[in-house]
């Protein structure tokens, strides 16, 4: 299909950007703040740094939403370190952090811009960590405990709610992400059950929204993305069907629907690893009812049929994640597509694609949580950081939103990753994101100064003109 004109986004379109509190924050001990397992991480790649300090948000918060104001953003999207509220995760509260994000929230507010708060981002609190984490079922109420604290604190203020951020990821590459370790002897049946405790976690948050702030909005924020087949051979579509269940629909389904997706379970229970449901666990999973879905995309995959052998395992995209599983499929590399620096394939039309399929199988409002481009930007002198490649691909992906809002999808918002420069989960200080640049190394940080990226201008006009023109 070709268009023509510029589709017309919904009024009131959540022009937005995003970060997620362990990654911007720093002041990870400050004003009673407990340890989360990112804090506690000791895999950070060689020459690359910890979160202890990242962009020094937490103290710096009012400069920055002063910058995010400037950009026109009409709505941020930043996560809640669960450690800040309760420390130990399901103990005390602690005063001082619940006044930290009324600080933030305020700011916001009295700029103008909305605020989208994830409740977990990648940071569950090292001490339910080491009571088993999400493998014990405790860490469900702990999780409750501190949704209601979120909205009896902050619902007020907040209409927009994301459970748990990119909980697929968490699950299919929680080592790269720092949540269940190298050696923590986590066997793929204990990931499915921990999976299954975020899930019903997830819908009695959902539950507990509704119930207590009625006006409120709240949805799931996992990672979605079309996965093609590598041929038109049946077998290639079955294998990428059979991965677009496992990776994206398992985690929907139920969310949405209360129920998990057939291929999924079959794929679970063929392999021994099906989740065991306590008593309750049905009823809350089908009580729940998401008023949208939120979706991070970056890439897409594309998938051919599984060989049987060790040959299936081991495509990667980006340094560390390898994917493919022996016997259900095998991912290549698409000859249609340009990569990043990092490897990472970029695909704007599959943006556009994934949207699609996403509204079709839901019929729920989309808000995109994450999307953009990770790379080496330079500081030149005069304060200027030339980043047309990040105008580039984000140019790309507005457009095929903006189609994609053309052909029907409803779409709620878009919040690019990130508002400023953070720390990347697993490839550190020099991979960069933000529309602002934050002038610190690795392992010197100088003053952490803010610099307006060329995006940032860019982006400024993009959120002036409710988009980008078509080429
Ligand atoms: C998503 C996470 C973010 C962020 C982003 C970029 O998976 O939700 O927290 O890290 O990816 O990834 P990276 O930092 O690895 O480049």
């Known amino acids: 299909m070709n268009d023509i004109d510029l589709p017309r986004l919904r009024p009131g379109f959540l022009w937005g950007a995003s970060t997620s509190a362990y990654q911007v924050e720093g002041g990870w001990d400050a004003d009673g703040k407990g340890p989360s397992v990112q804090d506690a991480r000791t895999d950070h790649p060689e020459g690359t740094t910890d979160f202890k300090v990242a962009s020094d948000h937490f103290h710096r918060y009012a400069e920055d939403v002063a910058l995010l104001a400037e950009l026109g953003l009409k709505a941020y999207r930043f996560s809640i370190a669960w450690t800040r509220i309760v420390p130990d995760g399901d103990g005390p509260e602690n005063a001082a952090g619940i006044a930290f994000y009324h ?99 997830q819908a009695r948050a959902m539950a507990l929204c509704h119930e207590l702030l009625p006006q409120a909005k709240i949805g799931p924020a996992p990672n979605i993305v079309s996965v093609y087949p590598a041929s038109s051979a049946p077998e290639d579509v079955l294998a990428a069907a059979d991965f677009s269940a496992i990776r994206n629909w398992l985690y929907l389904d139920v969310a949405v629907h209360g129920r998990y997706n057939p291929t999924a379970w079959s794929y679970l229970v063929k392999r021994g690893i099906a989740p065991v449901f306590a008593e309750g666990d049905q009823t809350a999973l089908a009580a729940a009812r998401p008023d949208f879905i939120a979706f991070n995309y970056y890439f897409t995959h594309t998938v051919a049929a599984p060989t049987g052998s060790s040959a299936d395992v081991g495509h990667t995209g980006d340094a560390g994640i390898s994917i493919g599983e022996v016997g259900v499929f095998r991912a290549v590399r698409n000859p249609h597509l340009k990569t990043n620096a990092f490897g990472w394939e970029v695909d704007p039309v599959g943006f556009r694609a994934t949207f699609r399929e996403i509204y079709d199988r839901y019929r729920l409002p989309l808000l995109v949580t994450e999307n953009g481009l990770g790379a080496f930007d330079t500081l030149e002198d005069g304060d200027v950081v030339r980043d047309d490649y990040r105008v580039e691909y984000l140019a790309e992906h507005i457009r ?21 420069d953070l720390v990347s989960t697993h490839q550190g200080a020099a991979k960069r994101y933000g529309f602002v640049y934050v002038d610190r190394d690795e392992f010197d940080l100088k003053e952490l100064r803010r610099v307006r990226k060329d995006s940032f201008f860019w982006y400024q006009e993009v959120i002036a003109r409710n988009g980008v023109p078509l080429p």
């Open 400 to 420: 095929q939103m903006q189609l994609a809002a053309g052909d029907g999808v409803d779409i709620l918002g878009y919040c690019p990753w990130s508002a400023i």
């Open 103 to 201: 600080r933030l929230i305020d700011e916001l507010l009295a700029h103008g811009i909305e605020p989208i708060v994830t409740m977990y981002h990648f940071d569950l609190p090292q001490a339910l960590q080491d009571k088993g984490g999400w493998g014990s079922r405790a860490t469900i109420d702990a999780f409750v405990r501190y949704a209601g604290i979120l909205f009896r604190e902050y619902g007020g203020k907040v209409r927009h709610w994301l459970t748990i951020n990119e909980q697929n990821m968490m699950i299919l590459h929680g080592a790269t992400i720092g949540v269940s370790g190298e050696g923590s002897g986590d066997t793929q049946r204990d990931l499915y059950q921990q999976n299954h405790h975020m899930l019903v976690a």
